[in-house]
């Protein structure tokens, strides 16, 4: 892509979808930057896609932030695009199987909660 294809290239079309279970998807195009690298950032975290040869990209990301936190879509051009999803309420299971006695504490973390704090649960520390 020439300097002068990126200079006119017109916003990005970009959209965002809550789905069961915590996730969002994203999805994103723009012909004009095609096979060009993107950044995701999202809770403290980047993610880095690429678009693919028509400049289209749809990807999820996990809602561990929670409700209304913003994702930032950044271009390779500079040009950025953000973003609000607001993640369904779900429940998770857990399942498994152990062979033979075991003491096992599960812990659980919503939204990001450090250790002792409201959303940390478990044995010692009920639900807040």
């Known amino acids: 892509m020439t300097p002068l294809e990126t200079a006119t290239c ?12 915590g996730v969002m998807r994203i999805t994103i195009l723009s012909p004009c930057r095609r096979g060009q690298k993107i950044r995701l950032s999202y809770a403290g975290f980047e993610y880095s896609r690429t678009l693919d040869d028509i400049g289209f990209l749809t990807t999820t990301l996990d809602s561990i932030a929670g409700d209304a936190v913003p994702v930032t879509v950044l271009f390779e051009d500079g040009s950025r695009n953000t ?3 607001t993640a369904q ?18 812990h659980a973390f919503e939204y990001g909660a450090a250790i002792g704090k409201p959303g940390m649960s478990g044995p010692a520390l009920p639900r807040r």
Not at 10 to 20: G, Q, R, T, Y
Not at 101 to 106: F, Q, R, Y
């Open 89 to 106: 309420e779900s429940c998770d299971t857990i399942g498994g199987a152990l062979a033979g006695p075991v003491n096992m504490d599960l």
């Open 10 to 21: 017109p916003p990005a079309l970009v959209k965002s979808e809550a789905l069961p279970a």
């Open 83 to 85: 973003l609000t999803v």
